[in-house]
Nanobody
Framework: QVQLVESGGGLVQAGGSLRLSCTAS????????MAWHRQAAGKQRELVAV???????NYADSVEGRFTISRDGAKNTVYLQMISLKPEDTGVYYC???????????????WGKGTQVTVSS
């Protein structure tokens, strides 16, 4: 069974940095478009960053210039480098994406369970 597993969350002071990782495990061939979403307590989930299979990226206005999404195809891993963190970046960060494998040759969308990021002021 394919799973997306996030790691790297934690508690950091405002102005600090974190790097989140998301690794796809199970029977897969490759990852297509991948993304990070986040959800703050009491708020709707929002799209933070996207990276296509070709490496093109796009960011929410609120994180542009501070967050960088990247991918390592050989490791089936997507990263989110976050710098200059603000208290409003606090939330659960979810990795999502479309993954192809022997049982899903046309690709299927998956979500990870999320990792908590807390930025203190």
């Amino acid at each position: 069974q394919v799973q997306l597993v996030e790691s790297g969350g934690g508690l950091v002071q405002a102005g600090g940095s974190l790097r989140l990782s998301c690794t796809a495990s199970g029977p897969i061939w490759n990852m297509n478009d991948m993304a990070w979403h986040r959800q703050a307590a009491g708020k709707q989930r929002e799209l933070v960053a996207v990276i296509t299979s070709g490496g093109s990226t796009n960011y929410a206005d609120s994180v542009e210039g501070r967050f960088t999404i990247s991918r390592d195809g050989a490791k089936n891993t997507v990263y989110l480098q976050m710098i200059s963190l603000k208290p409003e970046d606090t939330g659960v960060y979810y990795c999502t994406g479309n993954v192809r494998g022997p049982f899903t040759p046309r690709g299927r969308d998956y979500w990870g369970k999320g990792t908590q990021v807390t930025v203190s002021s």
